[in-house]
Nanobody, 120 residues
Framework: QVQLVESGGGSVQAGGSLRLSCAASRGLYCMGWFRQATGKEREGVAVIDSAGGTAYVDPVKGRFTISKDTAKNILYLQMNSLKPEDTAMYYC?????????????????WGQGTQVTVSS
């Protein structure tokens, strides 16, 4: 079992920045950030594997950066140039083994989520 605790969400104006953090009880091969807006399906935002390889969903490329502190088992998501359409509950998730990709169904362990609200 793996426990994940997200933090860092909040309310910002469009163009602003936030940094999300996810503290994990232990590290696994692949960690990722997902989001779910009201009335929409959960979608992958960014993932990072144990070698530091990353993948992003197209709408956040160039604005969001995923990173991790392996020694502390903390995952980060730096979000810049935020837009109202980024408003969602953001979840941290992790899984063991290959592949490491932006698929909700691949991930076994999930945090409770942290809300991000971007106003125009």
């Amino acid at each position: 079992q793996v426990q994940l605790v997200e933090s860092g969400g909040g309310s910002v104006q469009a163009g602003g920045s936030l940094r999300l953090s996810c503290a994990a009880s232990r590290g696994l091969y692949c960690m990722g950030w997902f989001r779910q807006a009201t009335g929409k399906e959960r979608e992958g935002v960014a993932v990072i594997d144990s070698a530091g390889g990353t993948a992003y969903v197209d709408p956040v490329k160039g604005r969001f950066t995923i990173s991790k502190d392996t020694a502390k088992n903390i995952l980060y998501l730096q979000m810049n140039s935020l837009k109202p359409e980024d408003t969602a509950m953001y979840y941290c998730a992790t899984k063991s083994g290959w592949p490491c990709r932006l698929r909700v169904g691949d991930f076994a362990y999930w945090g409770q989520g942290t809300q991000v609200t971007v106003s125009s």
